[in-house]
């Protein structure tokens, strides 16, 4: 087996976990290792740091599959990885039929990600050193979880940067385009074939369930109270409007919700089950609205769901101008107002607003533009968060940190004239372990903050 030696003016950042050796952190090499094969990674003073599979043509040299000195990415080596995978996502999401089953770097398998949707398995290899393998890791998947099928989504451009085209395609057995999961307790399809990345994000099934306390509570804002009152079944606690009129609507105690970014409508159904009285689901792209629509229909919460196709910073700023607009109409006192001039959007408010995009910075150079990205989405969504509401906002960019998210939000709340209460912060769930010191691991931020003016 080829060895490589470090510099020795270099951060120790292999010693302190990080599996990934830059190809400017190589001093010299023993030996003549192929593209793909095993290299023992050695300090510069001879020192075995861990052993990784190599590849000259990219600049993340070597990925480490451990400290250990592996020689070989062999069906058995495949299976004995998947089996720890397996038992960790059983202790920690337990009875849970679809889960990210393996997670790369974090799972000690770099450039590999498999995500189980019920009985089917969607893989995602990112790598040259995985590429090279896939017909024994498929077989060891085979063997471990026994899908009815295998479907790879290695349609990404990452790939280019290791040497490779991407590609997607059936692996094993059969696959539909479409798998239902449940997430939950809710009924959800899943575009295993079409959709964002391998079809659906796992990462934020804990942070969705975290919506829970948002959703009940808002009856008494529209003077709504429960009495005891006789009925043909005896006394009953009935809620009451301010005419003292039974209100028979089941959900008169729920939230009003918008979602933006629904991708498959996954906050929006859990609003929905948690008691949400009304949720405005909306999302740019015309599949996705569909997507989201069946998946709302499946879960019976139609009733309660209206769907909007628009560019979310387009429809909030809109809003926004709306209020504004009305706003300046009740304060012109006795001066004279043109209402031939029609408002440009209704002004809606919500009791919650959920703001989950995709990522704004792909890189480091985008740093400053999705900054200003993150403070516009998120000043104009508080500003029509209903007094004493609440903002549930996240960034899923990894060059984004979790101070210099907070950050931005907090200029955003200064600029809106409002003040914010963080009642929750929180990252991936625990299907997506991360390695402490890879920070690269730390790309999910989630918040749950409290609306009220200044």
């Known amino acids: 087996m080829a060895s490589i ?33 095993i290299v023992t990674v050695m300090s510069h003073h001879g020192k075995v740091l861990g052993s990784g599979y190599y590849n000259p043509k990219s600049q993340l040299t070597v990925r480490l599959l451990g400290a250990g000195a592996e020689t070989e990415m062999d069906e058995a080596f495949f299976e004995k990885r998947f089996r720890r995978c397996l038992a960790h996502r059983t202790r920690f999401v337990p009875g849970a039929d679809s889960c990210r089953m393996v997670y790369g770097e974090a799972d000690f ?34 063997t471990v979880f026994q899908p009815k099928g295998i479907y790879e989504r290695s349609d990404v451009s990452v790939r280019e940067l290791e040497g490779l085209e991407e590609r997607t ?30 079809g659906y994000f796992f990462d934020q099934r804990e942070n969705r369930a975290a919506i829970q306390p948002l959703m009940l509570g808002w009856g008494a804002r529209s003077g709504i109270h429960v009495e005891e009152r006789e009925t043909e ?21 729920g939230a009003t919700v918008l979602e933006c970014f629904a991708h498959t409508g996954s906050f929006t159904l859990h609003a929905c089950q948690y ?19 069946r998946n709302v229909e499946l879960n019976g919460f139609e009733d309660r769901v209206e769907f909007v196709t628009a560019d979310a910073f387009d429809y909030l700023r809109a809003q926004v101008q709306g209020l504004n607009d009305r706003k300046d109409r009740g304060q012109a006192g006795g001066k004279k107002v043109d209402t031939s001039k029609k408002l440009v959007a209704e002004g809606r408010t919500w ?38 509401g609440y903002l549930v906002t996240a960034s899923c960019s990894y060059h984004i940190s979790a101070e210099l998210f907070l950050s931005t939000i907090q200029e955003a ?10 009642i929750e912060f929180r990252a991936a ?13 730390n790309y999910l931020k989630y918040a749950i903050f409290e609306v009220t003016s200044r």
């Open 109 to 142: 398998l770099p450039g590999l990600i498999v995500d189980k949707f019920a009985d089917v398995l969607v893989v995602q290899i990112l790598t040259l050193g995985m590429d090279l393998h896939r017909e024994a890791l498929v077989r060891a998947l085979v």
């Open 275 to 293: 008691g949400a009285k009304k949720v405005t689901c909306l999302d740019v792209s015309e599949h996705a609205v569909t997507s989201a629509r």
């Open 169 to 198: 395609g059936l692996l094993y057995g059969e696959c539909p385009d479409m798998v239902q999961i449940t997430e939950n307790g809710l009924k959800i399809e899943v575009d295993i074939r079409n959709g964002q990345k391998t």
């Open 5 to 37: 030696f470090l510099h020795k003016a270099r951060k120790k950042r292999i010693e302190e976990g990080h599996p990934w050796v830059y190809r400017s952190e190589i001093e010299r090499m023993e030996g003549e290792p192929s593209p793909g094969d």
């Open 413 to 422: 709340a200064v600029d809106a004239g409002k003040r914010l209460r963080l």
């Open 429 to 441: 769930g625990k299907d997506h372990p991360r390695i402490l010191g890879v920070d690269e691991g």
């Open 351 to 388: 009791d919650v607003v959920i703001l989950d995009p995709p990522a704004f910075a792909k890189n480091r150079r985008s740093i400053p533009g999705a900054c200003r990205g993150y403070k516009d989405i998120n000043l104009h969504g508080m500003k029509l968060v209903n007094e004493g």
């Open 233 to 253: 079944e005896g006394l009953r606690s009935l809620p009451v409007n301010a005419s003292g009129k039974t209100v028979t609507f089941p959900y008169w105690d």
